[in-house]
């Protein structure tokens, strides 16, 4: 209750910031996009972690306005990055299950783009494989006709427990994000290695890009570029920061 109190007080007060993480060719390093990650400072407990805020956001049906904040910050930022001339191909939002399953969400997003001047194609929802699996037929109405107009969809946290392979041939889907638990051991597990490249052959094959998360080491971004993954996203780049 009290995370939940104090979260709406930090939605009305302007308290939440969103900070970003690029998303890099692993060969070239050049940026070729940026997530936008919520970040919440509280003015007495300090830093609490999307981890804790969101799910109790979720919970107390407040994702969509947290969401919105994230959304309007990130739009608002991603222009003026446009305007200066150095903003990334695209920018990547997390979204959560219960904002997706608004009908009408998807025009009003393209309307928000619009409103910024930007393009569907400038974004990138990051949905989590979890979500993608659970509520397929909830999303899928939302999914369709956004990705009809040019947005496009990253799987989140691809590979953690949720096996079922079958959704990547039936949803839209244009980028999977390797959980970062496949990259920490690469270079110390073969298993994690083999994983990992089957994950960019299915990928190769099925005409969908790979990227891997929390890159932190140049012998992992090494053994990454050996199996043929393109992309990456991690420490060894840049930390989340502000804009
Ligand atoms: O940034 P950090 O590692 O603390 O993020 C923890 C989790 O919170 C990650 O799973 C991330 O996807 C999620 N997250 C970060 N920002 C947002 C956001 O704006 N919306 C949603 N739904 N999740 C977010
Ligand atoms: O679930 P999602 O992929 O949206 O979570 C993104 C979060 O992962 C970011 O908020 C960031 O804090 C965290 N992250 C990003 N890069 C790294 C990394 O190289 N190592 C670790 N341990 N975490 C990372
Ligand atoms: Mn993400
Ligand atoms: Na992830």
């Given at each position: 209750v009290y995370l939940t109190t104090e979260l709406r007080r930090a939605l009305d007060s302007g308290g939440l910031a969103v900070h970003y993480q690029p998303q890099v060719d692993?060969?070239?390093?050049?940026?070729?996009g940026y997530e936008a990650l919520v970040r919440w400072h509280h003015p007495k407990d300090g830093w609490i972690s999307p981890g804790r805020f969101i799910p109790a956001a979720e919970r107390a049906g407040m994702i969509h306005h947290v969401g919105e904040q994230v959304l309007e910050q990130a739009g608002r930022q991603f222009r003026q990055w446009r305007d200066e001339g150095v903003a990334p191909e695209w920018l990547a939002v997390n979204i959560a299950a219960p904002q997706m399953e608004t009908p009408g969400w998807g025009e009003q997003l393209l309307a928000f783009l619009n409103r910024f001047g930007?393009?569907?194609?400038d974004l990138e929802l990051e949905i989590t494989e979890r979500l993608l699996v659970e509520r397929r037929t909830e999303v899928a109405t939302e999914l369709a006709y956004l990705r009809r107009h040019g947005v496009r969809v990253a799987v989140d946290?691809?590979?953690?427990?949720?096996?079922?392979?079958?959704y990547l041939t039936e949803l839209p889907v244009d980028r999977i994000k390797i959980d970062r638990a496949f990259i920490a051991d690469l270079t110390e597990d073969p298993r994690k290695v083999a994983v990992v490249e089957a994950i960019v052959t299915l990928g190769q094959r099925l005409g969908i890009a790979v990227l891997a998360e929390g890159v932190e080491t140049e012998a992992q971004r090494q053994v990454l570029l050996d199996v043929g993954c393109r992309q990456g996203q991690g420490f060894l780049f840049a930390r989340p920061a502000p804009a």
């Amino acid at each position: 209750v009290y995370l939940t109190t104090e979260l709406r007080r930090a939605l009305d007060s302007g308290g939440l910031a969103v900070h970003y993480q690029p998303q890099v060719d692993l060969r070239s390093g050049e940026w070729l996009g940026y997530e936008a990650l919520v970040r919440w400072h509280h003015p007495k407990d300090g830093w609490i972690s999307p981890g804790r805020f969101i799910p109790a956001a979720e919970r107390a049906g407040m994702i969509h306005h947290v969401g919105e904040q994230v959304l309007e910050q990130a739009g608002r930022q991603f222009r003026q990055w446009r305007d200066e001339g150095v903003a990334p191909e695209w920018l990547a939002v997390n979204i959560a299950a219960p904002q997706m399953e608004t009908p009408g969400w998807g025009e009003q997003l393209l309307a928000f783009l619009n409103r910024f001047g930007l393009a569907p194609e400038d974004l990138e929802l990051e949905i989590t494989e979890r979500l993608l699996v659970e509520r397929r037929t909830e999303v899928a109405t939302e999914l369709a006709y956004l990705r009809r107009h040019g947005v496009r969809v990253a799987v989140d946290d691809f590979g953690t427990g949720y096996s079922s392979l079958n959704y990547l041939t039936e949803l839209p889907v244009d980028r999977i994000k390797i959980d970062r638990a496949f990259i920490a051991d690469l270079t110390e597990d073969p298993r994690k290695v083999a994983v990992v490249e089957a994950i960019v052959t299915l990928g190769q094959r099925l005409g969908i890009a790979v990227l891997a998360e929390g890159v932190e080491t140049e012998a992992q971004r090494q053994v990454l570029l050996d199996v043929g993954c393109r992309q990456g996203q991690g420490f060894l780049f840049a930390r989340p920061a502000p804009a």
